[in-house]
């Protein structure tokens, strides 16, 4: 099936570090939405994103909508055990197709 | 306000059964898709309902099937249960209103179902 390109696929880092991972599509968007998942459970969503440029912030977390719309990131700053997941991206283009497409997720651990 | 409700939460079944799936989405949601998540291949879309409607079909055979009610609760079907359908079933609803900012998925805990 169709996935985005999410990266890295996993990372280990130190408590306190900061951790960025992006997702690119070879799509225009009209939507981005950042989730995070824990084991065994469905995604919560952390951050959603409407137009090109946009930045926007939760808390710790920070996610932009790429300028040419075929891209995202999102930063986590001074990570915290609790952090611990994985990570989707997830994208909509404005057909009216009224799907998601989602990332192939980033494995996050952190180590305290 | 009560988040989206998957029933049940686990189950078992064997080669050639079917199973039904059930899906309760946030009050005044009116859009629900489902999912199908495994390690293998992540998230795959399988379809979306809205008013009672399929509007849009992701590339499942057709032993999989879906339906909504007027009250924006849903069901999907399995048929002829494979080993290749083991995976976790989750279930989104949103608003959809037609402004972007209603189009955000909420997603429920998900139906574990494994294949035996």
Known sequence: GQQLNQSPQSMFIQE???????CTSSSIFNTWLWYKQDPGEGP???IALYKAGELTSNGRLTAQFGITRKDSFLNISASIPSDVGIYFCAGRAGDGTYKYIFGTGTRLKVLA | KAGVTQTPRYLIKTRGQQVTLSCSPISGHRSVSWYQQTPGQGLQFLFEYFSETQRNKGNFPGRFSGRQFSNSRSEMNVSTLELGDS??????????????????LFFGSGTQLSVL
């Open chain 1, 16 to 22: 306190g570090e900061d951790v960025s991972m992006n």
């Open chain 1, 44 to 46: 919560v969503l952390l």
């Open chain 2, 87 to 104: 995976a976790l079933y989750l279930c989104a609803s949103s608003r959809y209103t037609g402004a972007a900012s209603n189009e955000k």
